[in-house]
Every structure is written in structure tokens, then in C-alpha cells.
């Protein structure tokens, strides 16, 4: 075992994360963040950005999956995607798993990310070639309302939804992602850990029901984030999200037909946390 860690300066959790670490395998710095790429004995590489980490390669599939097909599965026919942020490309692996994808938009305003998952983080950074694939080095929050019923599913794949990062939580991004989708549209964001941040949930939970008529929220376990129980926000026009639309195909090691099921909160849990009822 190494004698080497590196410790995640996660401003916006109680607790820190320690990695031990075998190698640093990149450390630079873009216009927009810190970039960090490290070995890790037990998490294979890591991605860390402004000194909190985003994804490892053992349990990256996790998050990306939940993320992914979710929104996609309670959609009947998702041909036209957009990811904001998710530079990595770990949900654009996902998405582009779904033949019915004709097109996914993936803008995140920082090149760089993209630049060194393609080097260090392959796995994940591998569809960024597909001819279906469409990337943009742009602020997601302005390029969003250049748009009208351009998008099938929405998909915010955000660092902490706090600092520079917080407008994409607000009512007012909201509307323009409303607009942005067709009419029976799909989003999804993240939107932290139950334990840790159930005030940004809450937010961002009715934030969304201001603007779409169907709003809920799902959940899955992390290891590698603060909390563990990590929750996804998700809201649509016109389609019930709870059950797959269509027959689950796609090959994922976790995310199935049923596990789409169990991710999302039972209801009277769901209804005390936007009541304020669930506290610690």
C-alpha cells in the first residue's frame, strides 16, 4: 500500500475524502479550474477538479449509467440529446449506447477536461469520436437559450451545483431548458447527497416544479462521493419517469428495468423531503 494520499478539499461536505495515491498522473490548470489526474491503488485513476474528485475508474459507471439512461429510458424515442458539462464523457458514452440517438450535444465550457480524459481517461473519454457526437467549447447556461424544441432529453452533468456552477440550478435556467426541449421533453441534473445537501435538493426540487409538470427525484449509491446517496433531479413535459418507456437493451453493469424502478424515492419519503419533514 502506498504512503502517499491525496486529500479532496470538498468545500460543500462535512467530511474529506482520503485517496492513497501511487502516481500523479497530470497537474495543470485551465482558465476555468484546477485539473488533476492521480493513480489510485483501489479506484484506478481519478479525476479531480478544483481539489474535489468527479469520477474514478472503478465506480464511474455507476453515476454515469443513473445519469444516462434514466432520463433516456423513460423517453420513447430519444433521438436528439444534450449534455451540459460532462467533459469526461462518461454520460456521452452512455447516451450513445441508445441506436435511437441521432445526434448527442455535448458542450462544456472548459477544453482542457476533455483534452486529458481523452489522454489518461479512455474508458470513459472513448465516444468522443463517434460520428453522432457533436462538442462544444461553450458556457452551457448561455448556449442553452440560443434554443427552442430542439432536444429530446436534457442532461446536466455539472461539478457541485454551487459557486460558478450554481446557475444551472436556478428557476431561470429551468425555463430555458423547458424551451430548449420538445414537447414532451426530458431533464435530468445532478443534485448531491441526501445526507449532506438535502437544502440543494429541496431547491432545485422546486425550482423545477415551477416550471414542469412532472418533477421527481431518483437516487444511487456512490462510493466515491460525500454522502454516498447521491440523488438525480429529474423532470419532464409530458412522460411519467418512473418505469422504462421501452425494453431495457442497452449493456450496463448496473442500471436495468428494475433498478429504474428502485432508483426513485418511494413517495411519502420523496413527499418529506419537499416538505422539510426529513431532518437530521
Not at 59 to 88: C, K, R, S, T
Not at 100 to 129: G, N, Q, Y
Not at 242 to 268: I, N, Q
Request: with cysteine; glycine share 6%.
Amino acid at each position: 500500500m502506498t504512503d502517499v494520499f491525496f486529500m479532496e478539499r470538498d468545500p460543500y461536505a462535512p467530511i474529506r475524502h482520503c485517496y492513497p495515491v501511487s502516481k500523479v498522473l497530470y497537474h495543470g490548470k485551465s482558465p476555468y479550474q484546477e485539473i488533476m489526474v492521480v493513480e489510485s491503488p483501489h479506484f484506478g485513476k481519478v479525476l479531480i477538479l478544483d481539489g474535489v474528485a468527479q469520477c474514478d475508474e472503478r465506480f464511474e459507471f455507476i453515476y454515469h449509467e443513473f445519469m444516462a439512461h434514466v432520463p433516456l429510458y423513460a423517453h420513447p424515442n430519444p433521438q436528439d440529446v444534450l449534455i451540459i458539462g460532462g467533459g469526461d464523457g462518461g454520460v456521452l458514452r452512455e447516451v450513445l449506447k441508445h441506436p435511437e440517438v441521432k445526434r448527442a450535444v455535448l458542450v462544456d465550457i472548459d477544453k482542457e477536461v476533455i483534452e486529458v480524459s481523452k489522454k489518461f481517461l479512455p474508458t470513459m473519454a472513448c465516444s468522443f469520436d463517434d460520428p453522432r457526437a457533436i462538442v462544444i467549447n461553450e458556457d452551457g447556461y448561455k448556449y442553452i437559450q440560443d434554443y427552442e424544441g430542439e432536444f429530446d432529453v436534457i442532461i446536466v452533468d455539472s461539478t457541485d451545483p454551487v459557486g460558478f456552477a450554481h446557475v444551472l440550478t436556478t428557476e431561470e435556467f429551468f425555463k430555458y431548458v423547458y424551451r430548449a426541449l420538445k414537447e414532451d421533453g426530458i431533464y435530468v441534473g445532478q443534485t448531491e447527497s441526501i445526507h449532506y445537501h438535502v437544502e440543494i435538493v429541496r431547491r432545485v426540487q422546486k425550482a423545477l416544479r415551477k416550471v414542469f409538470p412532472i418533477v421527481d427525484l431518483y437516487t444511487a449509491v456512490i462510493p466515491g462521493y460525500a454522502g454516498y446517496w447521491w440523488t438525480m433531479s429529474i423532470a419532464s413535459k409530458k412522460y411519467p419517469v418512473r418505469e422504462p418507456s421501452r425494453e431495457v437493451t442497452v449493456s450496463t453493469k448496473l442500471y436495468s428495468a428494475d433498478m429504474h424502478r428502485y432508483a426513485f424515492l418511494p413517495e411519502s419519503f420523496y413527499q418529506r423531503i419537499l416538505n422539510g419533514d426529513y431532518s437530521f
